[in-house]
């Protein structure tokens, strides 16, 4: 099902809220940004817990465009 859902934004069937695009952007540009919250030199491995959560939320808003896609594939 991830398939046609890449392959429905893919060819523009679906489109993606702003929300998730603004938060994809901003998780790329603080993985690679030099400036981190908790730095990885200091910390260690608890230093990548701000990078983790980053991510996580931007993992929570795909899975929501996915579930929104899935109801308008239910709808009549």
């Known amino acids: 099902m991830w398939w046609r ?8 069937e679906h489109r993606v809220a702003p929300t998730t695009w603004i938060a994809a952007t901003a998780a790329v540009v603080y993985a690679v940004s030099p400036i981190d919250l908790i730095p990885e030199l200091v910390l260690g491995p608890l230093g990548f817990a701000d990078d983790l959560g980053v991510w996580s939320i931007l993992a929570l808003l795909v899975v929501r465009e996915h579930h929104r896609w899935q109801a308008r594939l239910q709808a009549p």
């Open 5 to 12: 859902f890449l392959k429905a934004l893919k060819v523009g």
